[in-house]
Nanobody, 120 residues
Framework: QVQLVESGGGLVQAGGSLRLSCAAIGNILSINSMGWYRQTPGERRELVATITSGTSTNYTDSVKGRFTISRDNDKNTVYLRMNSLKPEDTAVYYC??????????????WGQGTLVTVSS
């Protein structure tokens, strides 16, 4: 069984920082892109940042210059460093990964979600 395990959410004051981590575990042959999405009640899940296997990155405009996505391929782990947090960054953050498992099967995985709350 393959899955994503997230950690690192919590409560922080505006202007503060947090780092989210997400590890892909299980029998995985390769990981293509990894990324972070977020969702608030009543809203659609939105992309925050993605990183390819070649470490090309993409960010939604609202987090550019504040958030940094990175990955450790040896650990099958993706990170999201969030600086200068704002109350509008409050959301449940979900990790995403597109992986290849044995027999060449492609899977898209989602983490369980971790709550980030930014107080004003």
């Amino acid at each position: 069984q393959v899955q994503l395990v997230e950690s690192g959410g919590g409560l922080v004051q505006a202007g503060g920082s947090l780092r989210l981590s997400c590890a892909a575990i299980g029998n995985i042959l390769s990981i293509n892109s990894m990324g972070w999405y977020r969702q608030t009640p009543g809203e659609r899940r939105e992309l925050v940042a993605t990183i390819t296997s070649g470490t090309s990155t993409n960010y939604t405009d609202s987090v550019k210059g504040r958030f940094t996505i990175s990955r450790d391929n040896d650990k099958n782990t993706v990170y999201l460093r969030m600086n200068s947090l704002k109350p509008e960054d409050t959301a449940v953050y979900y990790c995403n990964a597109r992986v290849t498992i044995p027999l060449g099967t492609f899977r898209e995985l989602w983490g369980q979600g971790t709550l980030v709350t930014v107080s004003s």
